[in-house]
Every structure is written in C-alpha cells, then in structure tokens.
C-alpha cells in the first residue's frame, strides 16, 4: 500500500496528463504554502472532480443556462450534478417574468417545485427578466434564497403597499373556477375592502369596470352563497348562490413580493 501512495505521489508533485485517483487522504506537509498545493488542474469536467481555487471564487459552477418556459424553467449546470442532493446550489437569470407557481429541472433530473423560504410557492412576477435568482435544493423541493424587489407583477396595478390587483378581468366563470383560477397564478381573490380601495385608486386603470359583477372572497350571512362586487360603483355589491351554474368576473389580488 505505501508504494501505490507513494507512485500516486510522485504523480501529483509532476506534470501529469490524466485523471489520478488515490484511495486514501493525501496530506501535504511542506513548510510553505507554495509547496502545499496542485497546480495545473483543469476545468472540472463532473461534480465529484478536484476544484481549482478560481472556479470555486467565481461560483461559476453554480450558474445555469436558462430554457423552458415561464413557469416551469429548465436548467443545465457544467458540470452535470449526479443527482439531486448535497444542498445543490443554483443560480440563473430569468428570460420571462412567471405568471404563478415555478418548477426548476437542472440538466433533465426531473421538475421540482421552486418555493419561497416560507416554503409557499413563488407567486405571479417573483422571478424577473435580467434578475438574478438563487435556490438551493433541501427535501425534494428547491428553496429560493434571494428575496426580489417588493413590486407588483406584470398585469397587476399597486392598490397600495400592502395589495396588488389585476388589472384586466377574466369573465364568465363561477366562483370555483374563479377561485382556481387566481390560485394557479399564485394569486387569489380579492376581498371587499381590497377591491373597495383598489377600485377608488386604479379606477381609471382597471378594465372592464362597472360592466359584470366581479366575484370577492368574501362569503355571504346565508348557506351556500358568496359575495360579489363592482356592478354600477367600486361600493356595489351583493349575495348569490356560490353554485357552477352562476357566472361572474374575476380579478385577482396579490401581497407584492
């Protein structure tokens, strides 16, 4: 065994053309910190490879190319992880703004969810073009690090500090499907007197205002029924049967992030 230490050795301390493998700890023991060293390392070509100083300073390792979609981006590393695991670290800059919840697949692993270190999905416009994200993967999801400008998404319009509100509403659906359709977005319908006071601040801007009631997630004194606003004023509102068969407008309310 001292022998094979000793030829493995004599191979690090020379120039050297190929991958060398040693079973067992290497220790330097020179007297200066330039004779403690290997030099003449390249690139590392998999993730389990010996790390030059410089690429490890650089965190070069961690950023990723950018495909996929909005919503569900995929991610290519070099060199490839493995696997999922070990805290794998990522770093990226989105091409589009998401428009609800987000899933990362790095080098075709397979999708995992992206989540907000309250380990709540990334809501609509988290992620930004040109903005840099950071995620480190921690029990089967990834956890975003880097927290982005409180602003509101695209679509949406500031009711004030605390609420976002969409500014184009969406017709025809029940409250279900309402419901549902702000939650795939990351969003959710707003209450009374988030849509009270948006309407009074955005009046100008919100589309399709005063022209349908528009359903709140507010539910009314009676069995069965929810609450719904915005027919002739930003104060109209009524009750109606929370059912399928009873249609409104939606528009969506968010916390910005």
């Known amino acids: 065994m001292r022998s094979l230490l000793h030829n493995a050795l004599l191979l690090l301390a020379a120039p050297a053309l190929a991958q060398v493998q040693v079973d067992r700890p290497v220790i330097f023991s020179g007297p200066l910190d330039s004779l403690r060293q290997v030099e003449g390392l390249a690139y590392p070509a998999t993730d389990d490879a010996l790390l030059r100083s410089d690429a490890h300073a650089s965190g070069a390792l961690h950023w990723a190319q950018v495909g996929g979609t909005a919503?569900?981006?995929?991610?290519?590393?070099?060199?490839?992880?493995?696997?999922?695991?070990?805290?794998?670290?990522?770093?990226?800059?989105?091409?589009?703004?998401?428009?609800?919840?987000?899933?990362?697949?790095?080098?075709?692993?397979?999708?995992?969810?992206?989540?907000?270190?309250?380990?709540?999905?990334?809501?609509?416009?988290?992620?930004?073009?040109?903005?840099?994200?950071?995620?480190?993967?921690?029990?089967?999801?990834?956890?975003?690090?880097?927290?982005?400008?409180?602003?509101?998404?695209?679509?949406?319009?500031?009711?004030?500090?605390?609420?976002?509100?969409?500014?184009?509403?969406?017709?025809?659906?029940?409250?279900?499907?309402?419901?549902?359709?702000?939650?795939?977005?990351?969003?959710?319908?707003?209450?009374?007197?988030?849509?009270y006071y948006g309407c009074l601040q955005q009046q100008a801007n919100l589309t399709g205002l005063f022209n349908n009631w528009e359903w709140l997630d507010d539910t009314a004194d009676h069995t069965h029924t929810a609450t719904q606003g915005g027919r002739w004023q930003c104060r109209s509102q009524r009750s109606i049967g929370a059912t399928d068969a009873v249609l409104g407008t939606t528009r969506c309310c968010l916390r910005p992030r």
């Open 71 to 195: 919503n569900a981006l995929t991610l290519t590393l070099s060199p490839a992880p493995a696997a999922y695991g070990g805290h794998l670290r990522v770093r990226f800059l989105p091409l589009l703004a998401n428009t609800g919840p987000v899933t990362l697949n790095v080098n075709g692993l397979g999708a995992r969810p992206l989540r907000r270190m309250d380990l709540l999905p990334v809501g609509a416009g988290e992620l930004a073009p040109g903005v840099a994200v950071e995620a480190t993967y921690a029990d089967s999801v990834f956890i975003l690090r880097a927290r982005q400008e409180r602003a509101c998404p695209p679509g949406y319009l500031p009711g004030n500090g605390s609420f976002c509100v969409m500014a184009t509403e969406v017709n025809n659906q029940s409250w279900f499907q309402a419901a549902q359709y702000c939650a795939d977005r990351g969003a959710r319908l707003c209450t009374w007197d988030e849509y």
